[in-house]
């Protein structure tokens, strides 16, 4: 599958994406299956990539984009602090309907982080629990270890608060939609991965919704560098962490959870990262349902 | 609304909050009456203003004249009038039948919604017996009731039934196709072995042929058609016909 | 949620079908469902799938004190959990029977037939011991979750690693991960359980009963056994009488699924261990199927961000800045708090306006309990209250009486009073 893309985005991706990208990833002759192997050799042979290969820092994620380099520093002159905008994804997947219980299912998996999401709905709903008017949404995250807690809890109530305002709740009044998240491995960015599983499990499931959403997180390190999508480590650093859900109709924030101490222009600066990321995010959503409806049954 | 830009965008895939119909000032209308169509806007669409929002992630599908829908992979149902279902009798009451059909609510079914059904004539009905209904009373806000009469008083194939077969679970997409008028499923199924089915728009599908080992064959061939393609399909057909079962 | 309840003519059916030695999946009697096992990115994290049942195990361990009674051994516990994800009967919180029942088979299964050597875990005898702890998840109910459970419980267990430890007279230092390298535990023997259901009291039996099957069952017989042909527990639930030679056939025919299994169990810890060692990936995320045109996979992307440092700036420069100091609180006495401005009460002037606005969205009838509510807390903090006023939301008419010794207050009760009375003469209106 990396083959493929390489080959399709030859022209459109900068040079030095490009180069990045094969320089972390090895890739079979067959092309089966990508292993990433983090060295500065690249399977592929090819000059281009040699000549960019110095110009790559191997161990951190920065980006070489000199236009940005200078621009940031403009700014990073121009305010007196030094901030520069990490922003890259690692390895995204997903899968949907891979329960046969749950109405709708969706597994999403960000580097190493990966959450699995279960939907029931509509269903039947406990007289004690019902509104007269719309759908009683419950939400339950189930951590790997040990039993849920007050972290887990609000969690729930983060995506809890997201999904009803995207979800068309009047459509069915009196009963049930249950979303249950099964944290299966915490590499950091948990609350967004949840987020984005939710997301594409409602969507598996059929119900009615008036836009998407994903989540997007954004650590700022101890020396004002912003990250999107940190991992674990990289989190643990941070001074400040924050998670965003982005909507997909105007890239507003619906949602946001935030840890730590940052000034303003920081915070501004992360909405904005979050809302380009998610554009990814979108598009990722789209070519998996894309694939998906590609059966013609 | 124009209908033939919004036909162009037919079979696409689009997600929820995608916009369907774009504004009458940059389309050349097909007719040039000036007057504007009507559009109907079937599930997965819905109106907001003057704009027609996705709801459902899917495919877009188009019928004459003017009818578009949003077609989607779902397993839950929810109940709409005039369909017909398969249900199970969970409760016998009184007066009334409490039946599952799978929705949100349970439905209830009055005793007397049967042909030839009085007073004194009460119908024999065993909780868990399959029954097969029409609804008559399905919207969001009420309790659902079905009853297995028609219009002029006749069952019309329905009511109870059931010995002898197996109920299985499908998609509603699998039920749509097999109820579609000409479907190619029903007639790959028609040639393989002399079968009975119930299907209920609900998802659930009754099926009984000569032997056990028949009607097992053909519940798995069912569920398993869910994901295959049309070519698929036939193929797996034509090595059962071919293969002992 | 309740799940779909079971018709009769499946029943009946499912039971035909078993007397002519035919499964709903076309499976022979003593046939096992495929059963695929991955293990996850870090150390004690094992995925199983029975045929559609998937359950998630999760090995961890912390040290703790010992039991009084055993002071060098080791801790193990257990939990599995009944996800509502699993299934729609299954209810969040409440331990229902059939968890107490899972629970226990499992601590029966692993626990008490030793096969996990507890004195090796002794870290300091008396004072520190390393507890470890199993998290069984369900994530999917397709029957038969107790082989599945044990499956992955021991699979976790086999490919767990601790913490390496080492003791210099008093001090005891744990190393992590980076500093030295984890070591497995030390297992005797892999118990693992196989299920069994009768069926028409006991005439006919199936092995690994799918979640139909196991709705119309009898009784179900669990027998817990490792490859050395050594029996570890036995359970029969359902109140099913076995005979002697239905009850040997069982064992017999699970002694060749439990190798089975275990072989099955080995060859997954030994492909994950030649993984990791040539430094690939492995996880779940790896595990998941690409040729499935329900899953995608995208590698790690770069996004564009020229111009996010601008857009941030301009959105903070137009934005209005928060006012710096907040006007503090005035207090009148000390030990008073205050809401309102303690000005005359012009609720009695305002009382057709208040009508008229209630009227117009409708009744808040929230509003005003908490209006009351601020007012009662608002009377609490005064001390020297003498009659604590019960405001009860029920009632149609309210006579509230007050005696306020100090004259200071005065104004705030006539105000508070003359308060609730226009609030109650307003509910009063309302209630017309």
Known sequence: MLSTRIQSGKTKMSETQFSRLSNLHAVNSSGSKSVCVRSAKSGLKSTLILTHCSYLDRDSHRSADGEKRTSQCATGVFKGRVTSVQAAFREFGCEQTLLSRPDGSASFVQGDTSVMAGVYGPAEVKISKEIYDRATLEVLVHPKVGLPGVRERSQEQCVRETCEASLLLSLHPRSSLTLVLQVLHDDGALLSCCLNAACMALMDAGLSMSCLFCGVTCAISADGEIITDPTAAQEKESRALMTFAIDSKERRVMMSSTKGSFSVHELQQCVAASQKASEKIFQFYRDSVRRRYSKNL | ?245 | MKDTPMSNCERDFILKAIEEKKRLDGRQTYDYRKIKITFGTDYGCCFVDLGQTRVMAQVSCELVVPKENRPNEGIMFFNLELSPMASPAFEQGRQSELSVKLNRQLERCLRNSKCIDTESLCVVSGEKVWQIRVDVHTLNNDGNLMDAASVAAIGALCHFRRPDVSIQGEEVTVYSPEERDPIPLSIYHMPISVSFAFFQQGTFLLVDPCEREERVMDGLLMIAMNKHREICSIQSSGGIMLLKEQVMRCSKIASVKVSEITELINKALLNDKTARKAGGRCGFAESMPQERITALKTDQTAVEMTDVSETASSIVQTAVAPPQTVPSPSVPVPGVGQVGEGLRNTWGLEEEEEEEEEESCGGDSVEEVTKMDVELHQEDKSRTVDVVEILDSDEEEEEVVILYPEATKKPKNTGSSSGQKGAGASRKQKKK
């Open chain 2, 1 to 245: 609304e124009d209908s033939s830009v919004s036909t162009e965008r037919v079979g696409e895939i689009l997600l929820p909050g995608d916009e369907f119909c774009c504004g009458p000032k940059d389309t050349l209308p097909l007719t040039d009456s000036g007057k504007s169509e009507r559009l109907v806007a079937g599930p997965g669409l819905r109106r907001s203003g003057d704009r027609l929002l996705v709801s459902r992630s899917g495919v877009l599908r188009h019928k004459e004249p003017n009818k578009f829908w949003i077609e989607s992979q779902q397993r839950r149902y929810v109940p709409a009038k005039g369909e017909t279902v398969i249900g199970i009798v969970t409760v016998k009451s009184g007066d009334v039948f409490k039946v599952d059909i799978g929705g949100s609510e349970v439905a209830s079914l009055s005793y007397l919604a049967f042909e030839g059904a009085t007073k004194r004539n009460r119908p024999n009905i065993q909780v868990g017996d399959l029954l097969l209904a029409q609804l008559v009373v399905a919207n969001k806000d009420m309790e659902p009731e079905l009853v297995c009469i028609d219009g002029s008083g006749r069952a019309n194939g329905m009511g109870v039934f059931g010995t002898g077969g197996l109920l299985i679970k499908v998609s509603l997409g699998l039920v749509r196709r097999l109820l579609a008028p000409r479907s190619d499923l029903r007639a790959d199924l028609e040639q393989l072995f002399p079968c009975e089915l119930a299907v209920g728009m609900n998802g659930r599908v009754w099926v009984r042929a000569g032997a056990v080992q028949q009607t097992l064959v053909l519940a798995n061939l069912l569920q398993s058609c869910d994901a295959m393609t049309a070519p698929q399909r036939q193929q797996l057909f034509r090595r059962l016909q071919q293969g002992a079962f």
